[in-house]
């Protein structure tokens, strides 16, 4: 199966000040804003707000790519292949596996492997 493309992913340094700025200066709709993340809807694209907690973190870079797959280790090692690096450590939060990687070009994707739902 193909990555399904999530959303562009933006770091920001305040999400409310950032989701006021796309929906009242541009008009989008705000599908969830909280104070770490926020989705607006921009005629069918997500972008996506993170808040940049961290020095390591920088804002006012390149958007993230932000995609969903099946098998986050094999996918990593198949884009390493392809000329990208891993940027930090493979995280486990509830919600799935996430990882960051670069391009050759040096753009970021992130890659999540959601969590599997017990039932």
Not at 22 to 36: A, D, I, Q, R, Y
Not at 68 to 79: A, R
């Amino acid at each position: 199966m193909a990555a399904q493309f999530k959303h562009v992913m933006l770091m920001v340094n305040d999400i409310p000040a950032t989701v006021k700025f796309f929906s009242e200066g541009l008009g989008l709709t705000v599908k969830m804003s909280s104070p770490g993340w926020a989705e607006l809807d921009a005629d069918g694209t997500t972008i996506a707000l993170h808040f940049a907690h961290g020095a390591d973190v920088e804002t006012g870079t390149s958007p993230i790519l932000s995609f969903h797959v099946e098998d986050i280790q094999q996918t990593i090692e198949t884009l390493e292949a392809l000329g990208a690096t891993l940027q930090g450590d493979v995280r486990e939060p509830s919600f799935g596996k996430v990882a960051a990687m670069r391009t050759p070009d040096g753009h970021v994707l992130s890659l999540l492997q959601p969590a599997e739902v017990k039932v």
